[in-house]
């Protein structure tokens, strides 16, 4: 079988209407059983195939549906599923989502974001214990579903470098050899099964590797393209240039190689530096499957023409997999129309790719023409103005020690001050208020009521359970970024653009299409109504510019970092106005600090500097006395720790459960003295942590930084759990601080 002229890496797997997610959460709930799960999945899964079928796409992916998360869909193919899990006697799917979830006394695998995605991804775990061994029952069944229905599919799984280097354990990367052999069993029945190309996704080396690591790739693929039987291999590769683990992929047998054009120009400079490619199909990634503009294909045409003079065969691609944009554009109703042409979703990416491949094929004559320029009402002159005045002295606050006097003198907390990240759980009420206002069913005064109520409901359940500094919930909130993109010039939010970010956790990313500013204060409202309902204070709480730009889908006309202070000085604004407003204690998150770190070296120092900048920007305005938290959440934190501490912020609160503290050593290493607070919590399980369990968490905390500046809270937000177990999580973590307090 020949690969064809086009296809993309993979699809969005949650459905139109998030039909995935309720399904999985009605099966977690126990209102449906397995096998209606499986027939929503099943449905889910024919509808993408043929929508693709039926868009003229030549070559389409199949196993890249999944019930939670495609790299713990690997671990289960290869046998990595730890032995604390097999133990509990669960079938195999409530295993799975054991893993996924926790289980009884069994936390969950830790969570951390797919390269520079919001998408979070299931971390392998591996010892001594990890017998690797071949069950690929997952995509043999779908590529036989396909097949059912006429459609011949490329069974896609992780590439075994790339899923040990993403895992944990005592060197995993050393097994590779051994883990090959699975692979190449792997491969074996799939050929018998009938199977003619499979996908093996190699992103790892999109970052800085080794040359040890690099020679490693190219002996695994030179063993598995030498397998006298298996289907064509195709090793996909996306999110950036390949470098030197470029020319090392082409010296092995594989029959094709995809490579990221969007993200990674310089991969055809490379490609043309490494010869005649005989024999091998590059497959180009055109159209950004990353971001929801229009492809610019008269110059898409170019770039793919300059790879058809290099390979034996081209085909066209997505860049990477549409999994991280919305589904269909022609479900948005309510955008502006200079806006909607210019946006393209997974589907109308789809018809892009078809369109480049036949373009290259048989001329340009049928592409669209290039788009106008943006209209002017997009552009302020007075946001410009603003920020080519700023200077220095905008983005620096007075010096800590000072800060920490006058905060304790201000808040008068004890050791081990408790606190919550942010929001309360989303109960099916909140939801429905929120309907019926978009509804025109309950008018703007009505749903403010409900609001006030539901935080006056979370104010007096903290005070009960003794928390010292409390949040308002965030009951008006539908999202930590969206919820801001609604109130902002410059942005625009869909009405069912969504977009996995965990499991069943789907997001709505506005989308940056003009220049940045405030209409009117956001938060203030609701916070200082909040305020007046306690003595204890509550916090204030904004979104920061680096993760409002990550979780939105950003213009590309200009840099992300003008773009960051624009957003920077709408918070600085906000942060202002709180403190107007009695509001003592602000929180700005940027739990996507780390996620948009540049993959190569080169390019970190750069991001870095702009990403604290335009943090500082948004947090110098306030006054010393104000103590300023912030929030970071499932990364990999030691590469930027220097930076976490270059924010400056008086309060650290991180993701710490899942990883079991390990962020407390990397701030050690760099000298780390101001407040923090690791969570000891996992929120993202719906296990409830005992007393004994937390009082052991803050206990190691308590090793690495002195009571006084240690923070007792959870991982990240509440929405996603249920008031039972948070009421009972919390009591477990005030009462762990409280039988602390004062110990050696």
């Not at 202002?576 to 996620?595: F, H, K, M, S, T």
Request: net charge negative.
């Amino acid at each position: 079988m020949s690969f064809g002229q086009s296809t993309v890496l993979g699809y969005p797997r949650i459905g139109a209407n998030r039909e995935l997610k309720k399904a999985v959460e009605a099966y977690w709930a126990g209102r449906i059983d397995a096998a209606e799960l499986e027939r929503t999945a099943a449905a889910l899964r024919a509808e993408v195939w043929q929508s693709l079928r039926n868009a003229r796409l030549d070559a389409i992916p199949s196993n890249t549906f999944s019930f939670y998360d495609h790299v713990l869909d690997t671990a289960v193919a290869v046998g990595a599923v730890p032995d604390r899990f097999r133990r509990l006697g669960l079938s195999e799917l409530d295993t799975y989502f054991a893993m996924a979830r926790g289980a009884d006394t069994e936390p969950a695998l830790e969570l951390t974001k797919w390269f520079g995605t919001n998408y979070h991804y299931l971390v392998p775990e591996i010892d001594a214990s990890t017998l690797f061994a071949a069950d690929p029952e997952k995509p043999l069944r779908e590529f036989a579903e396909a097949r059912e229905l006429g459609i011949t599919t490329r069974p896609v799984l992780v590439g075994p470098a790339t899923f040990l280097l993403l895992a944990k354990g005592e060197n995993p990367f050393a097994r590779l050899d051994e883990l090959v052999l699975v692979y190449a069993d792997i491969l074996r029945q799939l050929a018998t099964a009938g199977v003619e190309w499979v996908q093996l996704d190699e992103p790892a080396y999109v970052a800085d590797r080794t040359p040890d690591e690099i020679e490693a790739l190219g002996r695994a693929y030179t063993r598995l393209g030498r397998l006298d039987r298996r289907p064509r291999i195709f090793v996909a590769t996306y999110f950036g240039e390949l470098g030197d683990a470029l020319p090392a992929l082409l010296d092995t047998p594989i029959d094709a190689l995809g490579l990221d054009l969007v993200a990674g120009p310089g991969n055809l400079e490379r490609l043309a530096a490494a010869g005649p490619l005989r024999g091998k199909t590059i497959v180009a990634g055109l159209v950004d499957g990353h971001n929801v503009w229009r492809t610019d294909l008269r110059a898409a045409v170019t770039a793919g023409a300059t790879v058809a003079g290099l390979a034996d065969h081209l085909a066209v691609s997505t860049s990477c997999s549409l999994l991280h944009v919305p589904v269909d554009l022609s479900a948005e109703k309510r955008l502006d129309p200079d806006l909607f042409a210019r946006l393209a979703f997974a589907r109308q990416k789809v018809d892009e790719v078809v369109l480049l491949g036949k373009a290259l094929r048989d001329g340009t004559a049928h592409l669209p023409e290039p788009l106008p320029p943006v209209p002017a009402s997009w552009r302020r002159p007075d946001v410009r103005e603003r920020l080519a005045a700023l200077g220095p002295a905008d983005r620096q606050r007075g010096a800590y020690a000072d800060r920490a006097t006058a905060q304790q003198a201000r808040l008068g907390l004890p050791d081990l001050p408790t606190t919550t990240i942010g929001s309360f759980p989303q109960t099916a009420s909140l939801r429905a208020a929120r309907a019926e206002l978009r509804g025109g069913r309950l008018d703007e005064a009505g749903y403010a009521q409900r609001m006030r109520a539901e935080i006056e409901r979370v104010i007096r359940l903290q005070e009960e359970l003794g928390l010292d500094v409390l949040v308002h919930g965030e009951p008006e909130r539908n999202d930590m970024v969206q919820y801001f993109g609604d109130q902002l010039d410059g942005f625009a939010t869909t009405e069912l653009g969504w977009v996995q970010s965990y499991g069943s956790r789907c997001v709505r990313p506005p989308i940056i299409h003009g220049d940045v500013a405030r209409r009117a204060p956001m938060t203030v409202e609701m916070s200082a109504y909040a305020q007046s309902l306690t003595a204890r204070p509550v916090k204030g709480m904004l979104t920061g510019p680096v993760t409002i730009l990550a979780w939105s889908f950003v213009r590309n006309d200009q840099p992300r970092a003008d773009t960051a202070d624009q957003v920077a000085l709408a918070l600085r604004d906000e942060t202002i106005d709180l403190e107007a407003a009695g509001i003592r204690v602000i929180q700005v998150d940027e739990p996507a600090l780390r996620e948009t770190l540049p993959l190569r070296r080169a390019g970190q120092k750069a991001y870095l500097d702009w990403a604290v900048g335009s943090f500082r920007l948004a947090t110098s305005g306030m006054a010393d006395d104000t103590q300023l938290h912030t929030h970071l959440c499932y990364s990999e934190f030691g590469e930027v720790i220097t930076a976490i501490d270059a924010l400056d912020a008086d309060v650290t609160s991180i993701e710490a459960s899942r990883s079991k503290m390990e962020v407390l050593d990397d701030l050690a290493a760099i000298g780390y003295s101001r407040g923090v607070g690791p969570g000891v919590w996992d929120i993202h399980s719906p296990r409830v942590p005992s007393q004994d369990e937390v009082v052991d968490a803050v206990r190691r905390a308590l090793e690495a930084v002195p009571a006084r500046r240690l923070w007792v809270n959870p991982d990240c937000g509440l929405k996603t759990r249920g008031y039972p177990e948070v009421e009972a999580s919390l009591k477990h973590l005030v009462s762990a601080a409280v039988e602390l307090r004062g110990r050696p």
